[in-house]
């Protein structure tokens, strides 16, 4: 049978050896709405692609899709029909019959330059209708990232929004003994694979933090004895030194344009005060000049302002200012002291850590200070950072002996627990890959 996967657009879907070739089909009648409160599970059929790696990626879309919360992956064993040509119309009847809602059939095969080549069609069951179909050629050491890119294009098919399963973290990963912990800074895929080590737990690392544009963290690092704070290219392991700022108490976050850090800065008064730094002039900007404790600054995601948590009311709230420091406004009221807040890249949540009769919660409220809602609550829990899409956080929980990292999506209902080898602590979520 002709293929009906017409190339009608080539992109370059990533900048280590894959191209993709996208047909863009009628507009699809399936769709999940994920703005409603309490969002029924899709129910969806993935049966394992033809060829040789064809299971593999398959395992890892559906892990992708049945992690999100949104989509029930349905038991292989439940199918009735066998699907042997991804290329062919299904037997839609067959599906139905077991409730599948959607299915996505596909195939993985060797190009002759020795790239692979992966395709996948998605199907609207009660439709009777194909509602998207792509391929992808890329090299062997992006396996993974072709099931996670076929992922995130079913995802936005049906939920209309981006997905953000092409995404990696990166994270501190601590071994040994709990009062001699080695801390190393390390980098992973989003559900836990490749996982990297960028720094060989010498001297100790800090607060990691991506750049918006660029494959590039920012994080803080004691071996020379004082807190400095560096810069890293991931692929190349090329750093430079931002500056030595002694007293540094809390990690610094670029600018969404990733020309700036943001920071915190303790000075000989003793108090914390929020400082921009120009990374092509080296040129620091004082934002705040309270008597107070101001830490924890996070752009909103066009720039233009910036929220912070401030005791000056007498105990840690958040407030939010102008990026150039005006209009400085508290925006929370609740009980409790509040920490570790970071705008959601959405632009209209701001996620915080809240401490409150003896518990630690990861929570969000809008930009505002209204809407408060706390999605977990636990002993010992922190450091929440977003996904790209701005609908799930991971955050690190103190377990038996040690952190380990863990994700929740908007509503709390879906928490999932991050694999990692090592003890795991203070994820920073990547931007969408390219």
Known sequence: MKSILKPLLMVAAMAMGMNAVVTLPARATLELNVNKGNVEPMPIAIPDFQGGLGAQI???????????????????????????????????????????????????????????????????????????????????????????????????????????????????????????????????????????????????????????????????SYESGQPRVYLLQIETGQRELVGNFPGMTFAPRFSPDGQKVIMSLLRDDGNSNIFAMDLRSRSTTRLTNSTAIDTSPSYSPDGSKVVFTSDRGGRA????????????????????????????????????????????????MKTDGSGERILSSGFQQEGPTWAPNGRVLMFFRDSAGGPKLVSVDLTGRNEQSIPTANFASDPAWSPLLE
């Open 58 to 220: 398959s395992e890892i879309v559906t892990a992708d899709l049945k992690r999100s919360g949104l989509f029930a992956p349905i038991d292989k064993n439940a199918f009735i029909e066998k699907i042997a040509n991804p290329d062919a119309q299904p037997r839609f009847d067959d599906w139905k019959v077991i409730n599948a809602q959607a299915l996505v059939t596909g195939s993985v095969s060797k190009e002759a330059d020795g790239r692979i080549r992966a395709q996948y069609r998605l199907w609207d069951i009660f439709g009777n209708q194909q509602i998207a179909g792509e391929q992808f050629f890329a090299n062997d050491a992006n396996q993974r990232r072709v099931a996670h890119i076929i992922a995130d294009a079913i995802y936005e098919k049906l939920t209309g929004e981006k997905g953000y399963f092409d995404t990696r973290v990166v994270f501190i990963d601590e071994s040994g003994a709990k009062n001699a912990r080695k801390k190393r800074l390390a980098i992973m895929d989003q559900d836990g694979a490749n996982v990297r080590y960028l720094s060989d737990g010498r001297s100790i690392v800090l607060t990691p933090r991506f750049s918006p544009n660029r494959q590039e963290i920012t994080y803080m």
């Open 317 to 364: 709230q958040i407030y939010v200012m102008g990026a150039d420091g005006s209009g400085q406004t508290r925006i929370s009221f609740g009980d409790g002291v509040y920490s570790t807040r970071v705008w959601s890249p959405r632009g209209d949540l701001v996620a915080f850590t809240k401490q409150t009769g003896g518990e630690f919660q990861i929570g969000v």
